[in-house]
Every structure is written in C-alpha cells, then in structure tokens.
C-alpha cells in the first residue's frame, strides 16, 4: 500500500502547452510518412524523436509516457470530431480551429446520443490537419451502423415473406386417387415429380434470395468498402508529389496532403495537370472543405 501512495506522489503531470504540441506533431507527421506508425503503434524511434524534440525546442523534461498520454488525448479529439464531420450539418473552421455548426436542432439530437461531443461545441482544437492526418481511422458513426443493420433486418423480413407467399401460392401437391372413376389403378409418377420440381423451384427462390439478402447487408454495412479495391497511391508517393510544388505553404501542403490520402481519385487529378497549375487546383480543393 505504502509503494503504491508513493508511485503516485512521484508520478508526475505534465502541462502541455500550444509550442510543445506543435514539437510533437512535427516528429509525429514525419515518422507517419515514413511508417513508423504501425497497427500495434508507434516504433521506439518515433518515441525517442518525439521526446528528444520537444526537450530541445521546448526546454522541458518530458518522457515516452507523457508522449504516450498526448497521443491518447490527440486519438480523442480525432475520434470524436471526425464523426461529427461525416455529418453534413457540421464543419471545420481552419481559421478559428473548430466546430462549425450549421444546424442546431442536428446538433442536439447528435449531443442527445453522443455526450461526449458535447464540450466540443465551442473548443479549440489546435493542429488539427496534422492530427487527422496521424490519428484517423475508418470511424463509422452509430447512426450509419445503426441504419445499415436496420436495411438488413428489413430485406431479410421481406425475403421470409417472399417465399411464404411463393409456397402458398403454388398448387397443390397432392396427388389424384390411386382408381380412377372406371376403377383403373393411375400412377403416382407424375405427382411425384411434380412434388419434386416444385420443392426444386423453392428451394432456387430460397438461395437466391440468400444471396441476395447477404449481399445487401455487405452493402448496407459496408457502403464505401468495395469487394476488390485497386492498387492506391502511398502516403510516400503523394508527400513526393506535394513536396515539388513550387511555393506550397507547410500548412496548404498538409490539408492538401489530408484530402489526397483520403481520395485516390483526386490524387490521380492531380498528377494530370501540369506542374504550373497544381497549386491553384490544391487550393481550390482546400476551399471546398
């Protein structure tokens, strides 16, 4: 008991201030390009660099656990911001470093089911095209998870009655009387395949509605996840491609390197044009978002 009081007296808190973030997005943005950011996290280099810069450039004594909890916080705002831009009635101001709201009615029904977005209704989220950059991911909103398994449910209930209405529908199976009225035997043949091509006709609506049916919850879980994705530019190749523009600002060059990444097409765009119209064409993009 009395290690453990004493492992949190001695832990210490740090304070991150606006020039210590800006020293740390540095040497993270950088090591990102590289792929020094992995599924499992970030390689030790990346932690040493990020470490080292903020001491030199910030004169403060930090460590890999205080690098590792600005992360956590950085992996936060990114979270939680990019699913509130995924909606339509809410955007980013560049300038004012944060949430645009367009609609307020959108925004309380967004708060009534996400509190924790709450508080970011008037903060300031400094840098934050380099933290979209590092710390993005596939976030689907609960609202898209939510309808894409409704749409499922829905064609699933309407396949189910598609086939009892099939099976009601269809004609009798039984077959005649084994005497006719002259009392001759009849054979129980005809009825008997016509059993079988009937059970063989359900059985086709049934998998091919199965089909259908799983094909369409791929799709409404999975909208923009095609089955077979073409080869896509690296983060390396469009950094190279941004870094020969002549006079491309740090800050035009990340938003525009943010848009890119996240396109294939509008990279491909770009590499099209010549090399004297492609900052006109980056920053007419940057102005649409």
């Known amino acids: ?31 990102h390009n590289n792929g020094n950011h992995t599924a499992n996290g970030w390689r030790p280099s990346a932690y040493s660099a990020a470490v080292k810069n903020v001491r030199e450039k910030c004169s403060v004594e930090i460590t890999k656990e205080h690098v590792c909890s600005r992360c956590k916080t950085f992996d936060k705002h990114c979270s939680i911001i990019s699913k509130l831009l995924a909606h339509s009635d809410f955007g980013w101001d560049q300038d004012k470093n944060m949430l645009i709201i367009h609609n307020e009615d959108a925004w309380k029904i ?19 095209d380099a933290i979209s950059l590092i710390f993005s991911r596939d976030y689907a909103t609960s609202e898209e998870e939510s309808a894409g398994g409704e749409n499922a449910q829905e064609m699933a209930l309407k396949g189910a009655e598609d086939v009892r209405e099939l099976t009601q529908n269809s004609p009798s ?55 077979e994705e073409p080869a896509k530019a690296s ?41 004297d119209m492609r900052k006109d064409w980056l920053m007419m993009e940057i102005g649409k978002k």
């Open 110 to 128: 967004y708060i009534a089911k996400n509190k924790a977005a709450a508080c970011y209704k008037n903060k300031v989220i400094k840098n934050w």
């Open 173 to 227: 199976t039984s077959g005649p009387s084994s005497q006719d009225q002259g009392g001759t035997p009849t054979s129980t043949r005809p009825s008997q395949q016509c059993m079988r091509s009937k059970r063989f006709r359900t059985e086709d609506a049934l998998f091919c509605m199965s089909g259908n049916i799983k094909n369409s919850f791929k799709i409404s879980v999975k909208p923009n996840e095609p089955p």
């Open 235 to 275: 983060p390396k190749e469009i950094f190279a491609a941004l870094q020969e523009i002549p006079n491309l600002g740090r800050g035009d060059l990340l938003r525009a390197y943010c848009i890119l990444t996240s396109n294939d097409r509008k990279f491909e765009s770009l590499v099209a044009l010549p090399m």
């Open 1 to 31: 008991m009395d290690s453990t009081n004493g492992r949190r007296k001695n832990r210490s808190y740090l304070t991150w201030t606006d020039n210590m973030d800006q020293a740390l997005l540095d040497v993270l943005v950088e090591h």
